[in-house]
């Protein structure tokens, strides 16, 4: 079975992209990756915000260390000249993984503000990444703001990137806008290749007993994968852009859903934290059974084969039919029918 795609301008032997986690920290495992049919590599996220916490940290305590107490004055603590900072780390990390896989390597940026996203794109377009995902994680948590304002701030961050770097960008978008079609055609003029659908925002718990705040960390779940679906049927033929689909990717039986809506790779991370990089193979290895079933030689053959330019309805995907679907439960058996 031919299972090779295109995304971000790449060619991929494979739609099954590990998305970013802490799997790729680790040489061996991103092999592993790589021998099991992956067929890129996303980077776990470059923060930010850690990168200007460190700066700061180092600035007050090895470069500022004069605190007006002479048996404690400048020169009294050691420097660390070669002190390897999350930015080198990920650097490091980043040329190690080109030198020992086939498969391209993808960097992944979280950040917050316009230069420090360009700064830090610029190093890792540099240090040999094959494209750059940009991770937005912004909660418009400002009721002030207006949906246009929070639209803009992709916008120009989008943007000002593409004027500084010439690496494929992949944008990673939540689902909370309000026309995601149209922020998407606004992505792809803005100079994007590529669209993720959806990031998942971690969502706060509250400790009743302490009273606080606490944060909680749930993986993913198949039907987390359907609200992807969804939208890159929607898309699918209606943009140039690639398409990747995110969250919710467990079984052989999601990617080859996600595939059938339209998108160009299918991302995975809570299954192959729970199971292993093993578990690609047996991703591959249940879409390669399904393709045979069907009479498929390609994923080309199927792709898109039940997105909104090919089914006989697109109102099904269009619209949420929830009193069709509510009036089909029944009581006695506990399910839909």
């Keep these: 079975m ?4 295109k995304y971000l301008g790449l060619t991929l032997k494979s739609p099954l992209v590990p998305s970013a986690s802490p799997l790729s920290r680790n040489l061996d495992m991103a092999k592993e990756l790589e021998d099991n049919g992956a067929g890129a590599l996303i980077m776990w996220s470059l923060f930010e915000e850690a990168i200007t916490a460190e700066a700061e940290s180092m ?6 260390q004069d605190i007006g107490f002479a048996e404690t004055s400048t020169g ?6 070669d002190f390897a900072g999350a930015q080198e780390q990920y650097l490091e990390q980043l040329r190690k993984l080109k030198a020992a896989l086939d498969i391209p390597v993808i960097a992944s940026l979280n950040g917050v503000t316009p230069g420090g996203w360009v700064s830090h794109a610029k190093v890792l377009e540099e240090a040999g990444a094959d494209a750059l995902e940009l991770n937005v994680y912004y909660v418009a948590g400002d009721i002030e703001q207006s949906g246009a304002q929070v639209e803009e701030r992709y916008l120009a961050l989008l943007r000002d990137l593409r004027s ?4 494929p960008i992949n944008m ?6 309000s026309s995601v079609g149209h922020m998407v055609k606004q992505m792809a003029a803005a100079g994007a290749d590529g669209v993720a659908l959806f990031n998942r925002f971690y969502q706060p718990d509250i400790d009743i007993d302490n009273l606080r705040l ?16 969804r939208w890159i049927a ?3 033929g209606r943009t140039g852009l690639s398409l990747g689909a995110t969250g919710g990717v467990h079984t052989a039986a999601d990617a080859i859903k996600l595939l059938l809506a339209g998108a160009d790779v299918v991302h995975l991370c809570s299954a192959l934290l729970t199971k292993g990089p093993a578990h690609i193979a047996n991703v591959r290895a249940g879409i390669e059974a399904w393709m045979g079933q069907q009479d498929f030689s390609s994923v080309d053959d199927f792709r898109g084969r039940v997105s909104a330019l090919t089914v006989a309805d697109p109102a099904q995907l269009e619209r949420a039919n929830y009193v069709n679907i509510l009036d089909s439960y029944s009581f006695s058996s506990g399910v839909l029918v």
């Design 172 to 177: 990673k978008l939540s689902p909370a806008f």
């Design 59 to 64: 600035v007050r305590f090895l470069h500022q």
């Design 164 to 167: 500084h770097v010439s690496l």
């Design 214 to 229: 606490q944060p909680t960390l749930h993986p993913s779940t198949s039907a987390e994968a359907l609200l992807a679906m």
């Design 76 to 81: 009294f603590l050691p420097d660390f000249p």
């Design 234 to 236: 929607i898309l699918y």
């Design 2 to 5: 031919d299972l090779t795609t």
